[in-house]
């Protein structure tokens, strides 16, 4: 399979907040972060009613043999006692595009949750999959499969590695203060969205994909 090179770009548009990925697949993991961003929005030094929720966290992409992976993680990173968010009123985009270009999306996969009868009763509703007729569906912290595809949105530990001190003081120094063993995320969370897709529901081995979160009704 051919390497072509990895781009990564920021996304804008008319989402709560946006990160993108513009990946064409190389068989190697790729990942962007996009944390607090736009600050305006989400970072509750700047905002004193942040839209935690919409703020998207990391995307990591990669695939095996069988599989082309996704995880996007949000809402993070919160503290281990923090229960994961679950909003109604935000709509996740997965963008995938299998264009040269890599620019317009041509496979939007949608994320949307909603409650369920009991008090922390939740469940995803994922439409637009490669593969999948109609939604797949069911509740969170549950691994749902239809048609080669599994799907699962849950509370998972934040994966990011980041020495969040030693940027600080970096920045604020110009000497680099980096230390490997210092992990600004070690025990913090994020929610996830995690989705595996055969391969073979693709046309193609270049996917560009980015991910996007929209809140019905506007800024909080």
Do not use: C
Not at 13 to 37: M, S, W
Not at 200 to 209: P, Q
């Amino acid at each position: 399979m051919q390497r072509p090179t990895s781009r990564f770009i920021k996304a804008g548009g008319g989402g709560i907040a946006a990160v993108a990925a513009l990946l064409l697949v190389t068989g190697q993991a790729a990942r962007t972060a996009d944390h607090l961003d736009p600050p305006a929005r989400t970072d509750p030094a700047v905002d004193s009613t942040p839209d935690t929720p919409a703020d998207i966290a990391d995307v990591f992409t990669w695939y095996d043999a069988t599989n082309v992976n996704f995880v996007i993680t949000f809402a993070g990173p919160s503290s281990p006692t923090q229960p994961a968010f679950y909003d109604r009123d935000v709509l996740y985009t997965l963008n995938l595009s299998t264009q040269k270009a890599g620019t317009t999306a041509d496979i939007p996969i949608t994320f949307r949750f909603g409650k369920g009868a009991g008090a922390n009763d939740f469940g995803i509703q994922a439409s637009g999959i490669p593969g999948v007729t109609g939604t797949l569906e069911g509740p969170v912290e549950s691994t749902l499969t239809k048609s080669g595809v599994s799907l699962r949105a849950g509370l998972f530990d934040d994966p990011f590695f980041f020495d969040l001190q030693g940027f600080k003081d970096t920045k604020s120094t110009g000497t680099l203060m980096f230390n490997k063993t210092r992990n600004f995320f070690d025990g913090k969370n994020d929610t996830a969205i995690v989705l595996s897709i055969p391969r073979a529901n693709f046309t193609t081995s270049n996917i560009s994909a980015w991910f996007t979160t929209a809140r019905f009704g506007g800024q909080l």
